[in-house]
């Protein structure tokens, strides 16, 4: 898979978050070798719906979505 931020390429990443209040202190996510970004279903989530809805998105950005929000 490759990053939409710099088209780096994306590795399925296991994360620990001890802050957490679900009680989940793992979760599975992508993140990128060369710059960092992390995906979860979350981030999709929140990006998705902060998302302009008049600007339609290109295929590339629909594609990835998909794929990292179904992993």
Not at 14 to 40: I, K, P, Y
Not at 46 to 52: A, F, N, P, S
Request: aromatic share 10%; with cysteine; net charge negative.
């Amino acid at each position: 898979m490759t990053c939409v931020r710099c088209y780096g390429l994306m590795i399925d990443d296991s994360f620990e978050d001890l802050r957490d209040d679900t009680h989940q202190f793992r979760f599975a996510a992508w993140r990128c070798l060369n710059c960092g970004e992390v995906m979860d279903s979350v981030i999709i989530g929140h990006r998705l719906k902060m998302e302009d809805r008049d600007q339609p998105r290109t295929a590339a950005q629909s594609n990835y979505y998909d794929r990292v929000g179904a992993a």
